[in-house]
């Protein structure tokens, strides 16, 4: 006979069907994850490695809350308007607790825009501009990846003890490129206040006339370069640099450069004494990157590029603020990221709470060539925390939420 006890038990026992799935085992905390994988292989590949690594050894200690974890992710095509479709439909259809990922600055802060709609925790991943957490900031976004204006200051110590006057610049004409510019020249100018910028040359990215720009740089007779230039760009316009000797006598400066993913496809035309920040994983050795190495070795037969350190840091992140909240509850997420410290390949990084950028440092040094190939020499780390502005700075740069 059907009772009311009957019934109740019988929608306790659906609801626990439900959460727990068919063999009493709670279904997985859903973490949406969006990129431009198409677009930008090189760093995403390995990247897309590095949370495999993540999530299988979270899952390997018990997950969190209880539960295991799953990444859903979606490819956002390199373009703002996608990548914000696609986050809806992480969070609407696949029943995503929050986001993390995207790559180019522009996408990122298109993401990082929408997150504030929807009042929901975004851990932006990669995009490199200032803007998303200072001019663009918001209480939802939290960025991992040391940022342009770190990794310029990172450099400028080494620019301005040159005392070149004769400064030429190319970027990528998008945001990142943008936003590393702008840091480049307040910097530099601060340190050397009669410094000149002779000729600027901004290609769109990945479509550089790097035959061009070479030339225009080389015709206003520099005394040093600074670049933001990556990937395909960056190896054009070092093949046609070099061909026209734009480099001979000129010191070169180019974020990004001593990254594996853009350094190694250069192998002997790799620019000798360039200074660049990168990733010289084959020679950290710290306890934290050695366990990291050896396990992303074991598990892929490659050795990590920086879009790997970057994926398994960013979901440790994740995983870090679930534990921190004890819920997925937004509010709690995101008072739980605030503030939250946890350690990486890199070492201990916090997301600082007066603007939610991690003090992830980075590895600065000049390019070397040997049996063939690049790689970084003279290297040194600098932690995070101290390549950014003053707290004074960042109030007045950041909106107040």
Known sequence: MLTRNNLLAGTAALVALSMFGPAGAQTPIKIGELNSYKVFPAFLEPYKKGIELAVEEVNAAGGALGRKIEIVSRDDNGNPGDAVR????????????????????????????????????????????????????????????????????????????????????????????????????????????DVEFVVEQAPPLGKIDAGAVAQALADAKPDAIFSSLFGADLAKFVREGQTRGLFKGVEVFNLLAGEPEYLDPLKEEAPDGWYVTGYPWSEIKTPEHTKFLTAYQAKFKDYPRLGSVVGYSTVMSAVAAIKKAGSLDQDKLIAAASGLKLMTPFGMIEYRPIDHQSTMGAYVGRIGVKDGKGYMKEWRFVDGKDALPSDAEVLKMRPKN
């Open 86 to 193: 696609v986050a809806e439909e992480l969070l609407s259809r696949e029943g995503a607790s929050f986001l993390i990922g995207t790559f180019p600055s522009n996408v990122g802060l298109a993401v990082a825009d929408f997150a504030k709609q929807r009042k929901v925790l975004f851990i932006a991943a990669e995009p490199l501009t200032d803007k998303i957490v200072w001019e663009s900031g918001n209480p939802y976004t939290f960025r991992l990846r040391t940022s342009t204006y770190m990794q310029t200051a990172m450099l400028i110590a080494d620019a301005a003890k040159l005392k070149k006057k004769r400064w030429a610049i190319v970027y990528p004409n998008y945001e990142y490129g943008q936003s590393a510019t702008a840091a480049f020249k307040k910097l530099l100018k601060e340190k050397q206040p």
